[in-house]
Structure formats: C-alpha cells, structure tokens
C-alpha cells in the first residue's frame, strides 16, 4: 500500500512542543476539522471567536476546560478549515485528547504536513518555500533518527519477530489462492487458526510494552481509588504538594473527579482523583462512582487506597481487594496503599513480593511517601529493573493497535469460515500496519517469499 | 518499393498480442495492418494449450470487456473448463480452460478476416523507417515499404531467439520458425534498454505410446464455465480429460546426472528464468528434498494425438530428456514427439515505456506483449489491446487511456511494468493488486465495458446484453432495500430454519443478504421476485456480501486519488528540487515518472520525497499560473452499486 495520502482527509496533531507546558494546542486542519471539533466539545464555535468550551471523551466525561477556536477555509493557517483546541498542557491529557480527535476520524498528521497544506492553498510564499523544503526533510530525518533510536534494542527484536510470523502466515495463504493446482494444500497444512492466534498474543503483549514504553516519554495516568475517607485526597495533595513542579490545577470537573499534573524526576504524572467507592443511593453519589469506574478503565496504573487504621492489618492484599473486584478494570496494574500507618501503629514499607504490591503510608505525615514515588518511578519503567519495556513513540502504539485491529478481524472471518480471501485482505491491512514502523513490504516480495518457500510451477 | 496503401497503424507479429492489437485498432475505426511471419501461425499458442487461470483468466475478463478476441476464442476452442478457487471467495475465483491449438487458431484467424478495415499481409521485418525521432512505417524482408504514423511491435521471443537442447544451440524464434534477428539488431541501435530473459517448454509426447489407463483423471466442471461473458457451453466442442502424473527419485537422480550438460547449471543461459514456472531441472535442484513433482498431462487438441507434459519444462539433453520422461509411471513406453527446450530472447526495459506502451524514446513506437517482459498469453493479448486502442486513440488525436490499478488488472499489470520493470518473465497474480477484492473476474464487464463502448470498441450486441444485465442489478438492488419480513411472518418463519439466531426486527432484504446464512437465491424465495438473470443475481449478492471491505477499499483508492491524477510534467528538472536525497532524484531522473502516483511506487521514493515534489510543482507554476489544485480531477467516486 502506498503511504500517500490525498488531502481529502483531515489532519491532527499536537501544536505546542513536547514535555510539560502551561498550555498545549491541538490543531486540526481538512474538511473534518470543525466536526471533530464540535463533537469533542458539543459546541458549535463561530468563526475567530475563541470559545470556553469542557472538551469530553466518546463516553461523555470531561477530560479537560479549555478555549476553542475555528477559522474555517480558506481564511486560516493551512487555507482549510482549521479548528484548535487550547488545553491544559499536560502531555497525557494532550495525547488522550488527540486520540478522541483520531478516533472521530481526524489522521495523525506527518511532519511539516500543516505547513505543506498552507504551502499548496497558496498561504505562504514562495520565499518562504524554502524554509518549508528544509522543514519536511530535516524533521523527516529528526522522525527517521529517533525512530531508529526507540526501534532499537527489544522493540525492534519483537516487531521484527511478529513481522516474520506475520509473513510466514500470509505466505500460505497467498499461495493456497494464487497457487491452488499445488499438490499442497496450504492453509491446511499451515495450522492458520493456531498461527494466528499465536500472532494475536504476540502483538497483545508488544503492545502492553509499548503503551508502558510510552509512559516514559508522554507519563502515567494514575488513578487514585477507594473507599470513602481511606485518604485519597490527602494521598493526591502530598504528591502533588511536595512537587514543586506542580503544572497547573484544574478543579473537579464535576463534583467527584479531580485532577493534578505533577512531575516525580522527569516522569509526568496525571493523577486522578476519584469519589469513594461504595453502595449508594444518592443519585449525584452514584454519577461520581460511575465516573470514577470510567477514570480507572483509561488508567496506566490504580492506586487503591484502604484505610490501615479501619481494617485487621493481617488481611492479606487478596482479600482486601477482592472487595473491589467489580471496579477494576482487569488489565491495570494496582498498588495497594495501606494508608494512615502512623493511626495504625505500623510503620512504613513497601512490599513487592505479592501478587499486588503493598506500600504502607501516612498521606498525612508524608511518612512513607518516598517509597511511593520510587515505586510509581519504576512502575512507569524508568528504572533500571525494568529493562523489558521499550521507548514506543504514540505512533507506534497507533500502527499496532491498528495491526491488532486487522488480525482480530481477520480471525472472526477464519472461525466464521469466510472466504480465504477475506482473511488474506485483513492480513495485509495488519502488515501494512506495522509497515509504518517497519518499512513497507511489496507484493513482489511476498511473491518472492513463496516462491522460496515452496516448490511451484509447472 | 513503397506499398501503395496508406494505413494509420501497423502491427508487427500475429500472435496473442498483435491480434488483439490490430483487432482493437481497426474496430476503433483505423486503416490497420498486420504483418507476420506466417499468417497460418496467427493465433498459434507457442506454450502450453490453455487460457486462463489465477489472475490470468482475470484479464481474459477485461480484455472481452472491452470487445477483444482471447475469450471468444477460448469458448470455440475450449476442450476442458474448470473454476478454480471455487470456495476461497469470488474475487480469487478463476475460469481456465484447455484449449484445442487448431480450433484456437482458426478461431481468431475467423475474427481477424471478419474485421473490417484490417488487412494481413505475410512478410518478416526487418527494420523501422524513423524520422525525426517519430517511426513513420516499417521495411520487410524484401525491402517493400509500408507507411503509418503508428507502428505495434509485437514479437514474443522472436527478437535474438536462441533455443537451447543440452548444450546445443540453434537460433530460432519457437520450435519451427525462424528467429527476427536483423530487426532485433536494428532495435538495439534504439535508445532503449535491453535485457535477456529465458522460458522454456517441456517435450511433447504421442499419447498412444502412454499408458493413459494407469494415470489419475481429471475431468471438468460442470455445470461447465464460459470464458465470455457473451459465452455459452453450447459452442464449446467435444470436452476431453486432463491426467496426472508424477516424478520419482529414479527420475530426479537421472536428471542430477545430466546436469554437467545442461545449459542452465553450465552458464551457457544468462537469460533471467521465471521463478514460478521453473524448468524441472531447476525444482530438483532447488528443492532437493522433494521427492515428487506432479506433471499435467494435458490433450493438444481433439484431432491430434500429441500430449504437453506440463510440468517437465527442461532444457536437458534430448537422451537425458528421454530417460527422464520414461521413468515416470505411465510413461514407461512414451514417445517424445518434440523436444523440450529453453529459448532466450531479447526484451525491452518496460520502464522506458508510456502507460499507453509508447516508447518513450520513439515517437508512435508501442510495445506490447512478452517484447515487454511479460510470459503468457492472456498478459501478451492484454497488452496489445492497450497498445491497439492508444494508437488508435493517437490516430484520433485523443489523450491516451490506461485503466487504473483500482480499475482493472489490466491497469495493474502496466503500472507494474513501466514503474518497477521485470527481473524474470513478469506473470500475473492476484497477489499483485492491492484492490483485488473490487477486481473481480465476475465484475470486468461493470468496471470496463462502458469505457470499452466509449473508445468504439464495443459493439451493439454486446451492449445491449450489458446495458440490460447493470439495470437489472440496479433495480434488484433498490427492490431488496425496500423490501421487509417481519419477525413472526411466515416468511420469517423459513429464514428462521437457516439462521443463528431467528429474526427479532423488520429487515431489509438487503439487510439479510448480508447474512452468512443466507444466500440469494434463499432471498428472492421469499416473493419470488428476485432475477433469474445468474450473471446479475451473482453480482447483487457479492455487492451485498462484500460491502463492509468494498467501502474500505474505495476509502483507501479515495485517499490516493488525488496523487494518481497528478501529473508531474516531462521536461520536470529534478535537480531543480530541493531536499531529495541523490538516490530518490536519480531514480526519479532514471524514470521519468507520468503522475506523482506512479513516483510514488518507486522503490525507494518515501513519502517526504513526494512532498518536497508537490512543493516544487507548486514553486514552479508560481503565483500567477494556474493553481495546481486546477489539475486535480475531481475523484469521482467509482460507482458502488455496480462494483
């Protein structure tokens, strides 16, 4: 497939520099833009006003307050229609946003492509043409040496392994179609079911790597969660409190969910905080708790808070989670924080042997929050135990989820038993989503590769 | 002596190509001349006998399409019919059929005589008449003159033919006819590109010294498949089997022995041979821990005896070839008729070509067919019908036409060729086209036949049947969406038999369609209102069936579209734009890309490099000239109902 996209389509990407800023833009620009925009805001913006609008997610929660402005075509920076999202500049907020505006169909733009659009709708002059020649290859060369960088090492080894599992699995079935006078039959020769399950599984935990990975660059989203009163709060102001790098802070958006934007050596955190979970029947109550269950599905990382002086201290973590089993979500890792030790009598720890780490704290007298950030420190991989994870850029994350994407549809069609070519078409859309990482692969090639693989012809 | 006609195109060969070429020039209303070698070769099938198969049949479709010869001619001439791929999707399906040599031939010399306005004339070239870098007619062997502005050379594996038995070498063309050498030399005074390539044939063998009995049949389908979407099983003569036979370990040890005298393992053939189609010699080698090759033993025809062995393709000395054939179980007795042989021959670099087959370096020169690079039949015939239609159209003074490779595997089999060129003898796949699931054997008369009656190469027969079969399909498609069943209905009740789960809701017939459960034909039970038209109702279903990964191709042929159309001028200086690297801008120099699509193809040219092109274009019109935007067709979608 070929790389090129027409300008039919919409583009999106984040404006201001990376890192932690006051205030991170997110543009858009193409024929989509003021849709995706009023559908992340629900507000239709009139043109070069700037708008205070709640920007939400798919489901309906706010993610962030921000201001939004539109310039529709051809009066704006690219001479389409561009619309901006001016949000709180945390970089996981940013990317979360970026992904909504994705998710509505805008395009991850490419390096220069803004500039390259104005360029074309005659909105920079030929002057400055130049400048933008040397924007599109210098910051293809930029994209190009930090993609060899972060495909070094193991992201490499286990995309070029899963690539090679890929194309073995598309080599018998690329021939069991163009080859079908062979005495083999090569789909039923191939396990195609087992093969591709095992690819499925192979791409599941290489991306579980990479979103980890990518916390490194772009931070963790935290969520703090619990009963009433076991101290989240108290837990939220000391980690941010004792940050001087607090980047901003954002009251609740609603009652019940409030967030913070801090920084543990370098690592970027957005910590969420959420109402206590319990049975309730206050209607206002039960939104928060529905919101928070929805904060703790996107989170990187739970902190589930008990309050120590409360319970039997020889309940072990299994037991003591077991009572929230309904609210986590399954895939995220948790953190299980016996607050107000100094009420218990018990001191600080951290313990890292169980199934569920346990770190043993006073929110309120900072004792023990040390271990805390060294233990949130090496949970998003920046320390050295943890050398498995890999430095995946967002698309990178992007091109395998939408690689996984094609390989699940490709295995309802193979238990569905749709017709081979079916598959096949699923099978390459999910190589030629990888091909965004690795290079593409031309038909030639796989063409190349059965003729290695098997003796054919007559 | 100049010859006293006046024609507007010439053609020069008679074989798959070069009858469609001139066929498809003189229906489009051009004074059109033939000249070959042999006027009772036109026609003649040089390899094995049979048209079609996995992505060649494909093109068969496309070229009947658009009113050419190659499946008309399989249906007068076919012996065995079979659909392969039946059960892996109708977009992979493919009809191939074995054909008679002789009633191939009389078949298309038939359609040949009956075409008005184009004449034969037997007489081997020798040389081009240009002037001023335009070709302006061709000289024969005797040195008469024929004038036209424009010229199709069609000359298979004739131009420096040399045919390899063992080590023994003779210069020839195909078995039996003499090679085109003073033209190939003459040709290679062109600023052109040339290259080897190498093919090959197995022996043939006399069927009545085979033990026919003792050997696995293979009979045809039925109900039996047509070639033409005008076809009928009722032109189709007597019908005959296929065998199959196979090699052994005694078979493979008596080849390893004869290797010190085989052309191919002694370097005396330099020629790039097809990876798919690989001599036998070659399989033993490669694939040492085989132990058995099966060979099709296919009929020649129905008043011959000869049988091709295909499979056994060698170029081994003729005792070696002996032995060989006689180890094989069954053959114990045979007697070769023919000796299998390899032939090297000339080819011209593609990328110096046009999308409509123009040389680029010659003004009204095309080329088509295996001069190109190509191996088969059906890819030759393809071919020449685009070379016939752009000299024609040239004729006219009428921009060329080459279909997309979103609209035909015609489409693709070119792009392929002038942007990445051949290393081996290029056959098609379906592998090769990323949009195989719209390219369909069953759809190419919805894809081509309107543009094919545009160009005049439809005629009112044909029309008429397509016109009426697309508006069957349309209006069945508008009368499935307007009609219901009603959960509880007893209409309901019978799908419930076949479904999963029963119906809960109203559904469109359309709706139900869809379902993997349902076929057409349980659909158009319910009133029976449906279309008893196959043809139509087969398309109605694949277009409903098919829809979700349909729209997501054509998403994707959106996306490019705008590329595809943009051309990048010819007197471009690459040199002149800033920011590509040395290996892009040489490439590029090297290729002289038609539209920015096509740059796009190239190997090596990455997405950046098309930027910084689309900004030069921009640069180069400046701000008064016409906005680039202006040359950006308006991508009409590709009608969905009728893909």
Same mark, same amino acid.
């Given at each position: ?370 271990? *805390? +950030?060294?233990?949130?420190? /090496? ?5 050295? @135990?943890? =050398? #498995? &994870?890999?430095?995946?850029? $967002? ?31 699923? *099978? +390459?859309?999910?190589?030629? /989503? ?5 290079? @593409?692969? =031309? #038909? &030639?090639?796989?063409?190349? $590769? ?9 | ?643």
């Amino acid at each position: 497939m070929s790389l090129l996209v027409g300008d039919s389509d919409t583009i999106t990407a984040i404006a201001t520099g990376p890192g932690a800023g006051g205030v991170g833009i997110i543009r858009l620009s193409g024929p989509k833009a003021f849709s995706v925009a009023q559908a992340v805001t629900g507000v239709t913006a009139k043109a070069r006003q700037a708008h205070y609008v709640q920007i939400h997610d798919r489901h309906g929660d706010v993610l962030d307050q921000g201001l939004l402005l539109q310039f529709p075509g051809p009066h704006s920076f690219t001479g389409e229609d561009v619309a901006e999202l001016h949000c709180h500049g945390g970089p996981v907020l940013l990317r979360t946003v970026l992904r909504e505006c994705i998710h509505l169909g805008a395009r991850q733009a490419a390096p220069g492509e803004f500039s390259q659009r104005a360029f074309l709708n005659n909105k920079i002059d030929l002057v400055q043409a130049e400048a933008i020649a040397d924007l599109i290859s210098s910051s293809t060369e930029a994209a190009a040496r930090s993609a060899s960088r972060s495909l070094s090492g193991a992201f490499s080894t286990q995309v070029d392994a899963l690539l090679e599992q890929l194309i073995r699995l598309r080599v018998f079935i690329e021939a069991a179609i163009d080859f079908p006078e062979e005495e083999i039959d090569f789909i039923a020769e191939s396990d195609v079911l087992e093969r591709l399950e095992s690819i499925e599984a192979s791409i599941d935990s290489l991306l579980a790597g990479a979103r980890r990975g990518r916390t490194l660059r772009d931070g963790l989203k935290l969520v703090i969660a619990g009963a009433p009163n076991a101290g989240k709060s108290s837990l939220l102001n000391q980690l941010a409190e004792q940050d001087s790098a607090i980047v901003t802070d954002i009251p609740g958006t609603t009652r019940d969910v409030l967030r913070e934007y801090v920084q543990i050596d370098g690592l970027p955190l957005h910590i969420v905080d959420t109402a206590g979970l319990r049975d309730s029947a206050d209607a206002i109550e039960q939104e928060g708790i529905r919101r928070a269950r929805t904060e703790m599905q996107s989170a990187d990382h739970i902190l589930l808070v008990i309050d120590s002086s409360q319970i039997n201290n020889t309940k072990d973590s299994t037991t003591l989670i077991a009572a929230y089993k309904g609210d986590l979500p399954p895939a995220v890792p948790i953190t299980l924080i016996r607050n107000k030790c100094d009420l218990s009598e018990t001191p600080a720890f951290i313990d890292r042997d169980k199934d569920v780490t346990e770190i043993s704290l006073s929110a309120r007298s900072g004792d023990g929050i040390a271990l *805390l +950030r060294q233990h949130l420190l /090496s949970a998003a991989g920046m320390s050295d @135990s943890d =050398s #498995s &994870d890999f430095s995946a850029r $967002e698309r990178h994350v992007l091109a395998l989820e939408d690689c996984a994407h094609h390989l699940r549809q490709g295995l309802f069609q193979l238990k569905q038993h749709g017709a081979a070519e079916l598959i096949a078409e699923d *099978l +390459r859309y999910a190589q030629d /989503s990888l091909g965004s990482i690795t290079g @593409s692969f =031309s #038909s &030639d090639e796989l063409l190349g $590769e059965i003729f290695s693989s098997f003796c054919i012809g007559k | 002596m100049d010859h006293p006609t006046h024609f507007d195109v010439i053609v020069i060969g008679g074989g798959h190509a070069g009858t469609e070429a001139a066929l498809a020039a003189a229906r489009m209303g051009c004074a059109t001349l033939l000249l070959t070698h042999s006027v009772d070769t036109l026609g003649q099938m040089s390899c094995n006998p049979a048209i079609g198969g996995i992505g060649k049949s494909h093109l068969v479709r496309e070229i009947d399409a658009l009113g050419g010869a190659m499946a008309k001619a399989t249906d007068q001439a076919g012996i065995q019919f079979r659909v392969l791929n039946s059960r892996k999707g109708p977009a992979v399906r493919a009809t191939r059929a074995q054909a008679d040599r002789v009633l191939y031939r009389n078949a298309i010399r038939s359609i040949i005589e009956a075409q008005s306005g184009l004449q034969v004339f037997q007489q081997a070239v020798d040389d081009l008449i240009i002037e001023n870098g335009a070709v302006q007619g061709v000289v024969t062997q005797t040195g008469l003159r024929f004038r036209a502005p424009r010229v199709i050379l069609t000359t298979g594996t004739f131009l420096g033919g040399q045919m390899h038995i063992g080590l023994t070498k003779s210069a020839g063309g195909r078995a039996g006819d003499p090679p085109s050498n003073t033209l190939a030399a003459r040709l290679r005074e062109l600023p052109l590109r040339v290259e080897r390539l190498k093919t090959g044939t197995p022996p043939r063998l006399d069927a009545r010294s085979i033990d026919l009995a003792s050997l696995e049949t293979q009979w045809g389908d039925e109900p039996r498949p047509v070639m033409s979407f005008l076809g009928d099983p009722d032109q189709h003569p007597d019908q005959r089997c296929c065998w199959v036979a196979y090699t052994n370990q005694h078979t493979h040890d008596i080849i390893r022995e004869g290797l010190d005298r085989s052309p191919l393992y002694t370097g005396v053939i330099e020629g790039e041979g097809p990876r798919y189609c690989p001599s036998i010699e070659d399989k033993i080698q490669r694939f040492a821990d085989k132990t058995s090759h099966q060979v099709f033993v296919e009929p020649e025809g129905l008043t011959t005896n000869e049988l091709y062995p295909n499979g056994i393709s060698t170029s081994l000395p003729f005792d070696v070839q002996m032995a060989l054939v006689r180890s094989i179980q069954g053959f114990e007795n045979a007697h070769i008729t023919r000796p299998g042989y390899a032939i090297e021959y000339d080819f011209f670099d593609p990328r110096d070509l046009r999308s409509s087959l123009e040389t680029r370096a010659i003004g009204g020169l095309y080329f088509a067919g295996q001069i190109n690079g190509t191996t088969g039949y059906e890819e030759a015939a393809a071919q020449g019908l685009l070379a016939g239609i752009n000299a024609a159209l040239a004729i006219r003074e009428e921009a060329p036409w080459c279909p997309r490779r979103d609209e035909a595997y015609l489409g693709v089999l070119v792009d392929d060729l002038i942007t990445l060129g051949t290393k081996e003898p290029y056959r098609m796949f379906t592998s090769r086209a990323e949009h195989r699931l719209l390219l369909r054997e069953d759809n190419a008369d919805l894809r081509l036949t309107e543009q094919g009656r545009k160009l005049g190469l439809v005629d009112d027969e044909r029309w008429a049947q397509f016109s009426e079969k697309r508006e069957l399909i349309e209006q069945e498609q508008k009368r499935l969406l307007r009609s219901f069943v009603h959960p509880g209905s007893p209409a309901a009740n019978s799908l419930n038999a076949k479904l999963s789960k029963p119906l809960s809701r109203e559904y469109s017939y359309a709706e139900l369609l869809k379902r993997p459960e349902l076929e057409y034909a349980d659909i158009s039970a319910l009133d029976s209102l449906g279309i008893s038209n196959p043809q139509a109702a087969l398309q109605v279903s694949i277009q409903a069936k098919y829809a979700g990964y349909i729209d997501r191709q054509q998403d994707e042929i959106d996306r490019v579209r705008r590329y595809e159309g943009l051309t990048l001028p010819s007197d471009m200086d690459y040199l002149q734009v800033s920011g590509l690297s040395n290996e892009v801008r040489d490439k590029l120099i090297a290729q002289q890309p038609e539209t920015l699509g096509r740059a796009s193809r190239i190997p090596g040219v990455t997405p950046a490099a098309i930027s910084l092109l689309l900004v030069h274009m921009k640069r180069r019109q400046g701000k008064s000239a016409k906005t680039l935007d202006s040359q950006v067709p308006e991508a009409p979608k590709v009608q969905q109902q009728i893909h």
